[in-house]
């Protein structure tokens, strides 16, 4: 296990960048990447999102900061919280009013 861990290494911003552009430009592919890297797809994937959210925000006419983003994104992932949190109350309260009238029939 500590092999692994020396093995791993922290791939720079710079890095990170060189390899989604070389896969963008089809000059490699997620699985070489990967391998060659002993690197998730998964970690990779979202470094590509990461760049296309990033590139999107610099061809705004106002760019957003990186910390507005950042405070959009956690304010619109607290609505959702918000949202399963309402849904399930609701489910719970619904599940006790069938199990009461169940055993009500009973």
């Given amino acids: 296990m500590e092999e692994k861990q020396e093995k791993r290494r922290r791939l720079t911003a710079k890095r990170k960048s060189e390899i989604v552009l070389d896969i963008l430009q089809g000059k490699t592919t997620i699985s070489e990447v990967s391998r060659a890297n002993d ?5 990779i994937e ?3 999102e990461e760049a296309r959210k990033g590139m999107e925000n610099q061809l705004r006419a106002k760019p957003k900061d990186i910390k507005q983003q950042y405070e959009d994104e956690i304010k619109k992932m607290k609505e959702v919280i918000g949202d399963l949190t ?3 109350i609701a489910l719970k309260k619904y599940s006790a ?10």
């Avoid at 690197?39 to 970690?43: D, K, L, R, V």
Wanted: hydrophobic share 35%; net charge negative; aromatic share 4%.
């Fill in 39 to 43: 690197i998730t797809p998964a970690t």
């Fill in 46 to 48: 979202e470094w590509i």
């Fill in 86 to 88: 309402l849904q399930n």
């Fill in 97 to 106: 009013l069938l199990q009461q009238e169940k055993e009500n029939e009973e």
